[in-house]
């Protein structure tokens, strides 16, 4: 089974931009669809966005569409987030789920990557 990984959190300015990324440990993510979520202090986790399997199709929640792009390079066997134009309100936790692509249910997740955006 597939076990992410997530890197690339940090501390940026409002404005500013960041990628993420989420690589595969102990499986490739050929076969899975991956996705990311966040959690915000004191607030419920919340979908971001998803990359189907290799060729597949993307997926945004309706109010990050145009600031937050998922991709994926199947060659690094890893899933990115790149964020422009961050806010105050983007710092969270970010997940990286993925589940195999004939499953409904986000089966493996991180443990995570912290986001912090200063105004």
């Known amino acids: 089974q597939v076990q992410p990984v997530e890197s690339g959190g940090g501390l940026v300015q409002a404005g500013g931009s960041l990628r993420l990324s989420c690589a595969a440990s102990g499986d490739t993510f050929s076969m899975y669809d991956v996705a990311w979520f966040r959690q915000a202090p004191g607030k419920e986790r919340e979908f971001v966005a998803s990359?189907?399997?290799?060729?597949?199709?993307?997926a945004y929640v309706d109010s990050l569409k145009g600031r937050f792009t998922v991709s994926r390079d199947n060659a690094k066997n890893t899933v990115y987030l790149q964020m422009i134009s961050l806010k105050p309100e983007d710092t969270a936790i970010y997940y990286c789920?993925?589940?195999?692509?004939?499953?409904?249910?986000?089966?493996?997740w991180g443990q995570g990557t912290e986001v912090t955006v200063s105004s």
């Open positions: 990359i189907k399997r290799p060729g597949g199709a993307t």
């Open positions: 789920a993925a589940k195999l692509w004939t499953t409904t249910s986000w089966a493996y």
